[in-house]
Each structure stands twice: as C-alpha cells, then as structure tokens.
C-alpha cells in the first residue's frame, strides 16, 4: 500500500484566522484506482503565531524596521487600553507589532528589505496569508511547526510567505 499527500490551499480560510484548512490526498493504490479526497482543519494558534514573529526577526539580515514604524506601534498601545493584555514580554516589541496588526485589518508594519532596498508591509492578512502558503508550498517546515520543532528556519520561511508571497532568501 502506498500513501501520497497532497496539500492545497483554500482561499477562504483567509478570513478564518484561528486555522488553516489543508486538504490530503490520500492515495491507496491497491484498493482504489482513484485518491480519495479528505478534508482536515488544523487549528494554528496565536501562540505560535507571535511565536513565528519573533523567531523569524532574531537574527535575521535582511529586514530592519523602517524608522518610526517602532513609535507608531508604542502609541497605539499607551493609547489602546487593555491592547497587551494577555501578552507575555509585553515590553517587547514583537507582542506589541503583534497586537497592533491583530486589532485592525488595515493596521500596517513596515520593514526595509536590505538586500533589494524596498520597504514591505506586514499586515494581520498577510500573517495568515503566509501560514496557508507556507502549508500549501513548504509542507516540511508547517509539520515542524505543528510539531514542536520549528525553529529560526521555519520561522523565517513563514515571514518570507508572509511578506514577499513565496520564499525568495535561501
């Protein structure tokens, strides 16, 4: 018996933030002359998510923040009541970003990409947007994340996804 997977992404599920919907083509070659299709919801906590934020920004050489990106973020929390809590390290920036893109859809953090010198936004949408490429298209580093043993690597896979649409460094 041989089994095959096959992930693909489901446009809807954009607008469901609390999980991605993957669809495994499971492939039972001696009984079935065709694969059946099954369904399965895998719920991606925000945890993991400000998790991913912060591991993909340490280190990392080719993203700085643009200037006065960092003020706006303070200012909307000092303005926001209530906007950290729940947040460990909330002193941190990455829980404060996290929070801000979180609260509003049109909420916006701009980084410069050292390497081609464009500046990219990082938005709520394209967060989510990258963890469905990222399942879609780098099936190896989502099971590392959904496993427990994501990383600098997984973590930076995911905010490329999120950021330029695809893995484009490494």
């Not at 089994?3 to 607008?15: A, C, L, P, W, Y």
């Not at 669809?23 to 059946?36: A, C, D, V, W």
């Not at 947040?87 to 941190?92: G, R, V």
């Amino acid at each position: 018996m041989s089994v095959g997977f096959d992930t693909k992404e489901k446009k809807e599920s954009i607008r469901n933030y609390g999980s991605i919907d993957v669809y495994l083509n499971i492939s039972f070659r001696e009984t079935h002359k065709q694969p059946s299709m099954m369904k399965v919801t895998i719920e991606v906590s925000e945890s993991h998510m400000l998790n991913m934020l912060c591991n993909a920004t340490y280190g990392n050489d080719y993203l700085e923040i643009v200037d006065g990106e960092g003020t706006k973020v303070s200012e909307w929390v000092k303005k926001t009541p209530n906007a950290m809590d729940g947040y460990d390290l909330a002193e941190c920036w990455e829980p404060r970003v996290f929070a801000y893109l979180k609260a509003n859809k049109d909420h916006e953090f701009k980084f410069l990409d050292t390497y081609s010198e464009d500046v990219v936004g990082l938005t709520w949408e394209n967060m989510c947007g990258g963890m469905l490429k990222m399942s879609a298209d780098q099936a190896s580093h989502m099971s590392d994340l959904l496993d427990g043993r994501d990383d600098y690597i997984t973590a930076d896979v995911w905010l490329q996804c999120s950021l330029f649409g695809d893995v484009i460094y490494g």
